[in-house]
């Protein structure tokens, strides 16, 4: 890979505020979900916003989708939780911005490794999952909104699994 | 004068507190059978009985076919503590041989599957075909200088034949597209293994099946008690809360029966009857759960298939789920759960089955991640000793609820270890319960 791949000459100067204004956003959107403040999170999806998690099988030697689903589909999702007999501990999303490209209408890319904590009700805490998200943001009048998160996961055994998305 | 620290026999040591509680809380009216001593999920003996009289026994399902589609492609697998390669010849043929070279031990692949024509161990490059056949040594690598380090004959003076060290092949058979291996080389065949069950799980298993979804966990608990969760169905009603409103059948409640086969196998419903209401169950509208069933399965059918002892086979309408389990220690357990679709699907059904797949059963939805809380926090408890029994005593004719499926499980457990379910202290009389 060439260093262009890695945008070094942006290294050397000032964060633009696009790039400051995603990487808070990146950041409210873990911080939305370890508060499990889902309309807060959902929010930050746009009208056609979609939600994925993808991981590549060893075993199957192809990507598979783990959750793929629309805003309303994450939405019904979301509002069974209370129903479901959880796994009362809690997660929390350490998220980095990486690189930040803008694209043609108004849209952006950015890519962020993502580390996701699990702490159990004794106060025990233990990496659950890591991997990138790969974002794809609209610019519209109001701001940036998600219009399409893949969670790609490198972690392939999550234990119990979670309700919550990651 | 020294005193000796053996002089206190082993008598003279005191029981603990678990043990006491194990006789104090012995069921007293519930005839034999209908208790399960918790030492069986918890005890390092037991382990080491079903090991060795149950998986290192029988057939173990190790992997669908279309996981090695083409020549050469192999999977690793594990049977007991054992580390196994599928490896699929040049005429189409599914292998299994240990996944050890008989040079070192080393363990001779390093990815979970690949594509390959011959292996080589990576540390002294001992190469093997995929007849398992070992075709050279490290020192006989075409284009090796070996010059002056190795001679060509080095071997010829101890009476080493390449031919003496091929891969150690294992009893391997494929049944509808699911792949067994067994360490036992006199095992029975496979359809005398399955038996009537065969006949059964053959009108739900098309050869166009392939899997298109595949994770596995460590789970702390013991692999019994997330057989017993596949096995019993009252936590499928009270359990996932969701549900616990509208109920698990919606339709057709009086096809929802157990069929107890020999051997252990079992069948839950029908595959042609349609029991579940997803929408009352809160799992919402028009989300595809039941539409373009799989063959052999009628739309809102949910039949579930058990092949002793850790196999489910459980079919929602649309998509299919396989489980299997490798006891890793007492209280942990490697489960793998694969999904699996038609090889025909056009994109948009194939989708609505991953869909369907993962809203349920992906570590990320409904139910899967609820059962898994549950067995692991039942494993906690049994082994601190604080809850030595659990009751199976429900008998309904075989209806959903009947716990007849579980004894039936357990009698053919103690058949298999010698230690009588019910009652670990009875392992010496042999005696089985009633």
């Known amino acids: 890979m060439s260093m262009d791949t890695y945008q070094v000459d942006r290294l050397t100067e000032p964060p633009d505020s696009k790039w400051l204004r995603l990487s808070q956003l ?5 911080q939305t979900l370890d508060d499990e403040d889902f309309a807060g999170w959902l929010s930050l999806f746009d009208a056609v916003g979609r939600y994925e998690v993808r991981v ?38 350490v998220a980095s911005l990486r690189s930040f490209d803008e694209g043609p209408d108004n849209t952006a890319r950015t890519r962020s490794s993502v580390l996701v904590y699990k702490t159990d009700v004794y106060g025990m805490t233990s990496l659950f999952a890591c991997g990138e998200y790969r974002d794809v943001w609209t610019h519209s009048p109001t701001g940036y909104r998600l219009r399409h998160r893949i969670l790609d996961l490198k972690t392939r055994t999550l234990g119990v699994g979670s309700h919550v998305p990651l | ?56 026994k029988l057939w173990n399902f ?60 990576f540390y002294h490059l001992w190469t093997y075909a995929n007849s398992g056949e070992l075709v050279r040594t490290g020192v006989d690598l075409p284009g090796a200088d070996l010059t002056g380090v190795a001679r060509a004959k080095g071997y010829a003076k101890t009476g080493f034949d390449k031919c003496d060290f091929p891969l150690v092949e294992l009893p391997c058979s494929t049944f509808n ?32 099946l392939e899997v298109v979804h595949y994770h596995e966990a460590d789970v702390a608990t013991n692999w019994k008690l997330f057989s017993d969760n596949n096995r019993e169905m009252y936590h499928v009603l009270l359990h996932y809360l969701n549900r616990k409103s509208a109920g698990y059948a919606g339709k057709d409640k009086d096809s929802l ?56 086979i459980n079919i929602r309408s649309n998509v299919m789920r396989i489980d299997r389990m490798v006891p890793l220690s007492p209280g942990l357990t490697r489960v793998e759960w694969r999904g699996l679709a038609l090889s025909t699907d056009s994109a948009e059904v194939r989708s609505t089955r991953l869909s369907n797949h993962n809203l349920v ?55 298999r270890t010698g230690i009588p379910y019910d009652n670990m202290d009875r392992v010496a009389t042999g005696e089985e319960p009633k």
């Open chain 2, 257 to 312: 029966f157990w069929t107890l086969l020999p051997n252990g196998h079992a069948t839950f419903g029908d595959p042609e009857r349609n029991v579940t209401n997803y929408e009352e169950a809160g799992y919402g509208a028009g989300s595809g759960l039941t539409s373009n069933p799989l063959p052999g399965v009628g739309e809102g059918a949910q039949p579930l298939y058990y092949i002793f002892p850790d196999v489910m």
């Open chain 1, 56 to 93: 590549y099988s060893h075993e199957l030697r192809r990507e598979m989708t783990w959750l793929g689903n629309d805003v309303s589909e994450m939405q019904s999702l979301l509002d069974a939780l209370p129903n479901h007999l959880r796994d009362p501990g809690g997660l929390m999303r």
């Open chain 2, 1 to 56: 004068m020294t005193q000796s620290c053996t002089s206190t026999s082993p008598a003279a040591v005191p029981k603990s507190w678990a043990q006491e509680l194990q006789q104090r809380l012995r069921p007293q009216g519930l005839r034999s059978g209908a208790y399960i001593d918790n030492r069986i999920y918890t005890d390092a003996t037991a382990m080491q009985a079903e090991k060795a009289g149950i998986f290192e």
């Open chain 2, 177 to 208: 597209g699911l792949v067994f291996a067994s360490l036992n080389p006199s095992v029975e065949p496979l359809t005398e293994f399955l038996g009537p069950l065969a006949e059964h799980i053959a009108r739900v298993l098309p050869p166009e």
């Open chain 2, 361 to 415: 059963w992906g570590p990320l939805g409904r139910n899967l991640p609820e059962d898994l809380v549950a067995v692991e926090a039942q494993y906690k408890s049994m082994a601190s000793g604080g809850a030595p029994y659990s009751v199976v005593a429900r008998e309904e004719n075989l209806a959903a609820m009947d716990d007849m499926s579980l004894r039936e499980f357990y009698s053919e457990w103690s058949r």
């Open chain 1, 26 to 30: 990146v950041q409210l959107s873990c």
């Open chain 2, 62 to 121: 190790v992997c669908h076919e279309s996981e090695l589609p083409g020549p050469g492609d192999y999977r690793e697998s594990r049977i007991a503590d054992v580390s196994i390669l599928l490896w699929r010849g040049d005429g189409g043929n599914i292998r299994a041989f240990v996944n050890a070279c008989r040079h070192r031990s080393v363990k001779i692949t390093r990815e979970p599957s690949g594509t390959i024509g011959q292996l080589q161990c």
